[in-house]
């Protein structure tokens, strides 16, 4: 179930840290790593500190901007400290694992820098923002500790669900399957693309003065984690707004 | 309430790894740390990766023998791989720390070496065992990662005692306090009127043939479920559309 599941680590500059990153992946049973321009990789510090876990780093992808790593995903959630500009769903580890083990979907989890995290752009690529409750004050975790607390929630979840299998209780979360795929990341950033140029032509959006209403239009939109359906339609109805205005 | 819990580390080999423990303990609010015979203590090695848990290393104990860093305490708690001779109360870090936290008792929780852990004499001067449920195969977390993990339990059960004695959980669920009022029926069904009005003079909806378009708007928007402010941008770009039309 954690096949799905792939950790990517956006600018990291040590590469003891990514050998460490390895390490926790492998022993909560995740395998798929993909960084986003690391300083110095691969590394011979990376490899001494992954202790073994070698073989993901072997099979490590490396990308050059976090839109590559994320364009399969159906579901990406940012990890962030608490404090963002505007509200975002922000879920607890745990509350993170019960959302993504569970479901079907392609999902990448995303660690920013070892200094500043992810910045808002970033953050506003992803589903979900998850926060690890530490103290105010002392807040930043390591990068390699955090993805260890992430991954021991998600293999702990995987574990609770293998068990109730066994008993028998497997709740359906809607009033039937859900029988349309998810959009991924890269349809969903050409429909956020196509409502700006039309939000711009219509006069509702002002390139020289755009406010938050590109990321309240995503927030809304994510939230609601459409399907490839639903995309299309809302495609369609900006097509024929275009249409109208030119016709 | 996380005040009474100390980590005791046995013969810990490399002093990063003490720095990684220090900055784990630190971010999770804890800070009695005692060191049973470490190889290299004080270090600099430890110092830089502490990130600034330098308080947690300068106030650490260093001492001889396990049995005199759990001298004081009334609870012990080993950290165990699975297989042990004698079977013995073991627990997951969840179940840990609904133990420890609730309870008075002054507790340490203790960590083995790098390579091999605590021996079986060394377990069985701790009430309970505690094991980080890791894949088969690759089991051995680092020493720091445990106890991020470890720490990590102990604080959500904190969180969660505190969230308990007010009364009611105020845990943020959002990344700020969500401001703004959530919109009410009847503004979602103007809202739906408004844009099914819309669609039809963009011509994507046709009245005659409606199929499932409106459904299939409901369910997207109403399972994003939005706000007052939401609902008014939208109703915004609805107006703009029909102003182009017209104008």
């Known amino acids: 179930m954690l096949e799905k599941v792939r950790i990517v680590l956006v600018n990291t500059t040590h590469p003891g840290n990514i050998g460490g990153v390895a390490r926790a992946m492998k022993n909560m049973g995740l395998d798929d790593l993909c960084l986003v321009s690391p300083k110095e990789f691969p590394s011979e510090v990376a490899d001494a500190r992954a202790s073994g876990a070698l073989d993901i780093l072997e099979n490590a992808r490396v990308v050059s901007g976090l839109e590559e790593a994320l364009a399969d995903c159906q579901l990406a959630v940012g990890t962030s400290a608490r404090e963002r500009h505007i509200p975002w769903p922000l879920v607890n580890p745990r509350e993170m694992a019960s959302i993504v083990v569970p479901s079907p979907q392609k999902t990448a989890i995303v660690f920013g820098r070892e200094d500043r995290g ?5 953050l506003q690529l992803c589903h979900h923002h998850v926060n690890i409750p530490s103290v105010e004050g002392f807040s930043s975790l390591n990068i390699a500790a955090a ?16 068990a109730n299998q066994k008993g028998g209780s497997d709740r359906p979360s809607w009033g039937t399957d859900w029988d349309i795929e998810l959009a991924d990341h890269a349809e969903l950033e050409r429909l956020f693309d196509h409502l700006e140029e039309t939000l711009i032509k219509i006069e509702f959006l ?3 003065n755009p406010r938050q209403l590109m990321p309240r239009m995503r927030r809304l939109l994510m939230r609601a984690v ?3 359906v639903e995309v299309n339609v809302l495609r369609g109805v900006l097509k024929a707004v275009q249409k109208k205005l030119l016709g």
Do not use: C
Request: without cysteine.
């Open 226 to 228: 459409p399907d490839k």
């Open 147 to 162: 993805v260890q607390v992430i991954a021991y929630e998600l293999r702990m979840e995987q574990l609770k669900l293998e």
């Open 118 to 122: 992810l910045t808002n752009e970033e």
């Open 206 to 208: 002002d390139p020289e």
